[in-house]
């Protein structure tokens, strides 16, 4: 396991593991911000322009580590993978180029100018810039999710002579049947993040009895915001988005339900540990028959089992594709109840005294970003062996001439260089929610520019 | 049909000028910075001059990477690849240079300031310096291979033949240039925004720096025929070209004439022509290469050889400038909406 394409893969995906940590919270506070921008304009409320400052800058944090992890990836197409760019550049180019045209050019400007120009321009151009950096936060998704939608789902494509591909339609790449759930799904996801982080900071607040105004307000939109995101991302986008695996990607389907043998009447493993020697489910807890009929709606359709399908098809980490994908359905179910019981309680005027209800929303921060960082594997792990679903092998696909050495050696840059950067990141957003949202009155007046 | 593939040469050049243009003036404040800006007032207003702009100027590295990446993706992927290294380097720069400036100003502590200052003065410094000496790596050529692939080393022997390293002395050489040319550059800038003793400096730097590009332009010029013929040849046989060297000529005369009138955003904005007209001069010699062999001239990456299909060159026609034309738009309105000096501020909120 020494070969550069094993650190080539590794190398891409701790990089964008790591990465996505930062546009998660970006793209879902990006919406949240913009609501909370909105109150203050059309309301002209000085509260929530507050809220919104505060959070602005949580945001331009996450946005700036969010950028100096995003670049490598662009630049490790090239670099890592040259033999996959040559073959696909006519087609993944022209999504990675219009999303810096398009996206990535509108939110780099527009949070500069959202986080200088307090003083320079009244609140209708705060909150125009404010919708800017919504749009260009979206859309930098929805380039990169038309990137990835292709590498699951190639459509819109035809080869040349020397065997590249190349893009036959625009429309048809941004419209591919398997970007629209996949797009619900990830901005969803998103918004949890956002959403779980707000309402925890509120909950942190509350506990510590301080900023107990804003407090109300990130917990109420937070633990709101959430619930409803969390029900979106089961149903429909996260049930749709399983379908359309097991109608395009049968194999990875098998593969992270742990279903090994064609079945009709399927059971849905639940817990259990995939055997690779008897090809089993280890103590397995299952819900008899109820993969079947959640993919067909029958309780007797037959689903095709891994067993049906060539080795060397099989994706190549099949545990812990499995565990992976199990450990998303079960955060995200786990939501759900969370998130309605802190509702129900904010309705009946209960929450900002539930102390175990604070105590459990503060603690539960950290589980959205594992349940879309386990929701990424399971995609991309999903994806394997193939770099281009069905097309395009990632055996195939690695730099012939950069060395394992070499490889490894950037590998262990990277690996040193984020430890740093994350323990960076955690301290300065701590630092950044103790210091607490309130503005020192006469600060707030001559609008103080904000480095 | 009329081919687009030179069309999407001079796009990709244009986006990688800007782009020097654009964030060289923010390198360049960078790699002043430890000498221009001493305390830490003076610092914030460095900090404050380039804030509201940085951002978006680096994103023209990410659409000329992307860019080139849809047009020529065999010349982005030998490019990218034979220079693994110096490329790991730039993208921990950039790392180190965006984080600096993102926490720097998030503790009123003094050594904690100190640190992402240097980091931030390094970071930029060696930035300017690799792109100077990538730029140097495609003047000189790069050891291609008859699959039209290949991998430099970081140095080899240090000077330019069939096997060179991406260091060598004329790559380093043209580095040296790159930092100087952007340090100037950055102080223009700096001149333009700040007031008083920033701006005394500035100007003090900005004065003999223009010399000290004049020496190492003048010399790297010279020597640069011995080193990669071929651009010689391509104005020889279009010397329509050479309107693109005297423009550079032109525009750095113009920075002069400026500066003793005292008209600073002149004297910036012939600065950057300056380094438009260089950049231009440069891809007008490589034209049509992209990546030129070392050895074998064949195996050199051209706009022939190495372009996405036809299709996928007119489908990018259709958006891209519609893209860019709304990108030149909000940036101009953001220059504008931020110009003049910056003012000193008691009390800096961070973010």
Redesign the interface.
């Known amino acids: 396991m020494t070969s550069a394409l094993f650190y080539d893969r590794l190398q891409f995906a701790f990089t964008a593991t790591f990465h996505y940590l930062f546009p998660q919270l970006t793209m879902g506070l990006a919406a949240l911000l913009l609501y909370l921008k909105s109150r203050a304009y059309w309301n002209r409320d000085a509260h929530y322009d507050e809220a919104a400052h505060f959070w602005t800058k949580i945001f331009a944090l996450s946005f700036a580590f969010g950028v100096v992890t995003g670049i490598p990836l662009e630049f490790q197409f090239g670099m890592n993978w040259a033999r996959f760019s040559t073959f696909a550049g006519g087609v993944i180019g022209q999504t990675l180029a219009m999303e810096g045209v398009f996206a990535f050019f509108l939110e780099s400007t527009f949070l500069g100018v959202l986080l200088f120009g307090r003083k320079t321009f009244g609140p209708f151009v705060q909150w125009m810039t404010t919708l800017m950096l919504f749009f260009g936060s979206w859309l930098s998704g929805l380039f990169i999710l038309a990137t990835n939608a292709w590498m699951q789902h190639p459509v819109a494509y035809a080869a040349d002579e020397a065997g590249a591909v190349h893009v036959t339609s625009l429309w048809g790449l941004l419209t591919n049947p398997w970007l629209v759930w996949q797009f619900a799904h990830t901005m969803t996801a998103a918004v949890v993040t956002g959403s779980f982080v707000m309402a925890a900071v509120g909950a942190y607040y509350l506990l510590s009895g301080i900023h107990l105004d804003q407090a109300k307000t990130f917990l109420r939109t937070g633990v709101v915001v959430a619930a409803l995101a969390s029900c979106l991302m089961l149903f429909p986008t996260g049930h749709h988005a399983a379908l359309q695996v097991f109608e395009h990607q049968p194999i990875k389907g098998a593969a992270f339900e742990g279903h090994f043998y064609t079945e009709s009447g399927a059971d849905l493993v639940i817990f259990g540990q995939p055997n690779m020697d008897t090809l089993t489910i280890d103590n397995p807890l299952v819900a008899p028959k109820m993969l079947s009929f959640i993919i067909h709606k029958h309780f007797d359709a037959e689903i095709k089992g891994l067993t049906e399908f060539p080795r060397e098809d099989w994706p190549d980490t099949m545990p812990l594709l499995y565990y992976t994908y199990h450990i998303m359905v079960g955060l995200g179910s786990l939501f759900i109840p969370l998130m309605l019981t802190a509702v129900v309680l904010l309705w009946r005027g209960r929450l900002f005294q539930a102390r175990w209800m604070l105590w459990t929303i503060m603690l539960m921060a950290p589980f959205p970003y594992i349940a879309t960082t386990a929701g990424w594997m399971t995609a991309e792990l999903g994806r394997q062996p193939w770099l281009v679903y069905g097309l395009f092998r990632t055996a195939d696909g690695n730099s012939r001439l950069v060395g394992s050495g070499n490889v490894l050696f950037t590998l262990l840059g990277f690996l040193g260089l984020y430890l740093l950067l994350g323990l960076l990141f955690l301290f300065v957003l701590f630092r950044t929610v103790a210091r607490g949202p309130a503005v020192p009155v006469g600060l707030s007046a001559n609008g103080k520019g904000a480095l | 049909m009329l081919s687009n593939e030179p069309l999407w040469f001079a796009i990709v050049a244009a986006v990688f000028a800007v782009y020097a243009v654009l964030d060289g003036f923010v390198f360049g404040a960078g790699i002043l910075y430890l000498f221009i800006a001493r305390t830490d007032a003076e610092r ?1 207003l460095v ?2 001059a380039i ?6 100027n ?2 023209w ?3 000329g ?3 080139l ?3 020529f ?2 010349a ?7 220079f ?2 110096a ?2 380097l ?3 720069c ?2 180190l240079r ?2 600096s ?3 720097r ?3 009123d502590n003094p050594l904690w300031r100190t640190f992402w200052d240097a980091i931030f003065a390094l970071s930029s410094l060696l930035l300017a310096l690799i792109f100077g000496v990538a730029l140097g790596n495609l003047i000189r050529g790069v050891p291609l291979s008859a699959d039209g ?3 430099a080393a970081l140095w080899t022997t240090f000077t330019p033949g069939p096997t060179p390293g991406i260091l060598d002395w004329f790559t380093v050489l043209v580095g040296a240039l790159s930092v100087t040319i952007l340090a100037v550059h950055g102080a223009h800038f700096l001149i333009i925004k700040t007031e008083s003793a920033v701006h005394d400096r500035a100007s003090r730097i900005a004065h003999t720096g223009v010399w000290t590009v004049m020496l190492l332009a003048m010399v790297a010029i010279s020597l640069a025929p011995s080193v990669q013929p071929t651009l010689w040849h391509r104005y020889d046989a279009h010397p329509v070209g050479f309107v693109l060297p005297l423009i550079a000529v032109v525009a750095g005369a113009t920075t002069l004439a400026c500066r003793r009138h005292g008209w600073d955003g002149a004297v910036f904005l012939s600065w950057s022509l300056f380094i438009l007209g260089l950049f231009g001069s440069v891809a007008w010699g490589l034209f049509p290469n992209l990546l030129m062999a070392t050895g074998n001239p064949a195996y050199s990456l051209t706009i022939h050889n190495s372009a ?2 036809p ?2 060159l007119q ?2 026609l ?3 400038p519609i ?2 034309s ?2 030149m738009t ?2 101009l309105w ?1 220059y504008l ?2 110009r003049g000096k ?2 000193r ?1 008691p ?5």
């Open positions: 914030q900090l404050k804030g509201p702009v940085w951002k978006g680096e994103v590295l990410v659409a990477g992307g860019l990446f849809l047009a993706p065999k982005f992927a030998s490019g990218f690849s034979g693994y290294l490329l790991n730039v993208l921990w950039v790392i965006g984080v400036i993102a926490v100003s998030h503790l692939q290949f991998f996405a299909s299709d996928g489908l990018g259709v958006w891209f893209g860019i709304l990108v909000y940036t953001v909406s931020f910056v003012a501020s009390v800096e909120e961070h973010y």
